[in-house]
């Protein structure tokens, strides 16, 4: 069984016991569950995108933890002026782990 998740703005495929890292989710404490309807289900052969059998189906999560993801940098200049500037960016993520996929 797999199934397509919604999570800060990607659709990432999951299925059970996958562990991965996505943008960091205010509020969420490393042993807290998270739960999820799919926007797309997947079983054996049956793909399932109806919102009302969407609704019977939940993807629990457990938050594993937070950590940085690689830094970014970046540079501008301007040639003859000796205008230089460079600057970095991390993003912020949290690990999760898919512990079930229900289906009523």
Do not use: W
């Not at 919102?51 to 970046?74: A, C, D, P, T, W």
């Amino acid at each position: 069984m797999d199934a397509f998740v919604e999570l800060s703005g990607k659709q990432i495929r999951v299925n059970e016991g996958m562990e991965f890292s996505t943008f960091r989710l205010k509020g969420k404490k490393p042993g807290d569950k998270v739960e999820i309807h799919p926007i797309c289900f997947i079983d054996g052969d049956d793909i399932i995108v109806d919102k009302k059998q969407l609704k019977n189906i939940k993807v629990i999560f457990e938050v594993l933890g937070e950590k940085e993801g690689r830094k970014i940098y970046s540079f501008k200049k301007k040639p003859k002026t000796g205008y230089k500037k460079g600057y970095g960016h991390r993003d912020s993520l949290t690990l999760l782990k898919v512990v079930n996929i229900t289906k009523k």
